[in-house]
């Protein structure tokens, strides 16, 4: 069976960072590109990052560039999104996907398995 089990999310100030998990099990980690996604109430779900191929080969969104950082641990089947610089916008529950054929790809219609999501909330 496959799951993806996120955490890490939570309620944080502006300019603060969280660092979200998703530990994966159920499927040949390796052989997965692994995507962050995010929805907020009333928006569309939108692709953050995601973290491919063997060589590790990353995607960010224009919003996530130069704040947000994936990586991923091959021996734990975890993959992470350390969020820094932290705003209100950033508010939204993260869910982590699996995708067999994404290389690279943020459009959540790609992905085959997804978590349970994470709440993010940024308010002072």
């Known amino acids: 069976e496959v799951q993806l089990v996120e955490s890490g999310g939570g309620l944080v100030q502006p300019g603060g960072s969280l660092r979200l998990s998703c530990a994966a099990s159920g499927f040949t980690f390796d052989d997965y590109t692994i995507g962050w996604f995010r929805q907020a109430p009333g928006k569309e779900r939108e692709g953050v990052s995601c973290?491919?191929?063997?060589?590790?080969?990353?995607s960010y969104s224009e919003s996530a560039k130069g704040r947000f950082t994936i990586s991923r641990n091959n021996a734990k089947n975890t993959v992470y999104l350390q969020m820094n610089k932290l705003n209100p916008e950033d508010t939204a529950v993260y869910y982590c996907a699996a995708s067999r054929a994404s290389m690279g790809s943020l459009l959540w219609w790609e992905y085959d398995y997804w978590g349970q999501g994470t709440q993010v909330t940024v308010s002072s």
């Open positions: 973290i491919y191929s063997s060589a590790g080969s990353t």
